[in-house]
C-alpha cells in the first residue's frame, strides 16, 4: 500500500470533521501563515495541504501569490478542492497530488520555474523520511526562496504528563513529533545553505522555523 493509499484509509471519514477537530491542537498555522510575508506574483506551495484550510488563509491574506498545494491523499484533495471553491478562491489556488519527498512542480503543478516559498504545516511528523522531503523541498526553491515549517516541538516546557499523553494520541494517527527537523537545517545553514531562525512557541508545544535559501 503507497502512502497515498494509506492516507485516504485514515482520512477519508476523517477528513469531514478534520478542521473541526484539529483546531484545538495544531497551534501555530495563523502565525505561520502572518509571517510568509508572500510578494505579488510569487508562488507558495504547501506539502500536505489536507482540507485546504491554511491555504484558504493564506491566500485571503496574500490575494496577489499564486498558491499551490499537493497532498499524497486523493480523498483529501476532493475535499480541499470544494472548500476553496466555497471559500471563493478556487480559481487562485491549484492543487496536485504529490508525494512530499518525489514532488516535480512541473509535473505534478505545471509550473515552470523554481518556487519562491515551500510550506509544510504539521506535515513532516506524518512522514518517516521527513530529512528527504525538508532537502528535497530546498532544492525546489529559487536562491532566496524561503521554507516554512510548523509542527510539533519538544514540550520542553510542559509537564511530563502532558507530553506522554499527546504523544500516545498523536500516535493513534501514525503522527511522530520530530523536534530534530530545527538541528538539521540548523545544520544546513551552518553549511552556508542559506539563513536559518526558530521559535518555540506555546512552551515548546509548537515549533516555527523559517529558513532562506541562499
Avoid at 491574506?61 to 498558491?67: I, M, S, V
Avoid at 512530499?100 to 504539521?122: H, K, N, Q, S, W
Avoid at 527537523?181 to 531562525?197: I, N, P, S, T, V
Wanted: include cysteine.
Amino acid at each position: 500500500m503507497d502512502t497515498g493509499q494509506r492516507m485516504d484509509r485514515m482520512y477519508r471519514g476523517q477528513r469531514h470533521i478534520y478542521d473541526l477537530t484539529r483546531r484545538y491542537y495544531l497551534l501555530g498555522r495563523d502565525r505561520l501563515i502572518a509571517r510568509l510575508d508572500a510578494e505579488p506574483g510569487e508562488a507558495f506551495c504547501e506539502v500536505g495541504c489536507g482540507t485546504a484550510r491554511n491555504l484558504i488563509r493564506a491566500a485571503r491574506r496574500y490575494p496577489a501569490t499564486h498558491w499551490y498545494g499537493v497532498d499524497p491523499s486523493a480523498a483529501m484533495l476532493a475535499t480541499a478542492r470544494r472548500a476553496l471553491d466555497r471559500a471563493g478562491v478556487g480559481d487562485r489556488v491549484t492543487l496536485g497530488r504529490a508525494e512530499a519527498a518525489t514532488l516535480a512542480p512541473e509535473r505534478d503543478l505545471g509550473l515552470t520555474a523554481p518556487l519562491d516559498g515551500v510550506i509544510f504545516a504539521f506535515t513532516l511528523s506524518m512522514v518517516p523520511a521527513w530529512q528527504p522531503a525538508l532537502d528535497h523541498a530546498l532544492s525546489l526553491l529559487r536562491p532566496g526562496g524561503s521554507l516554512h515549517v510548523v509542527d510539533f516541538g519538544d514540550q520542553a516546557g510542559l509537564p511530563g504528563w502532558f507530553q506522554r499523553l499527546l504523544l500516545a494520541w498523536l500516535a493513534r494517527f501514525e503522527v511522530h513529533p520530530r523536534p530534530e527537523m530545527a538541528d538539521h537545517l540548523r545544520a544546513r545553514a551552518a553549511a552556508g545553505d542559506g539563513g536559518f531562525e526558530a521559535a518555540a512557541p506555546y512552551r515548546g508545544y509548537a515549533q516555527l522555523i523559517r529558513f532562506e535559501k541562499a
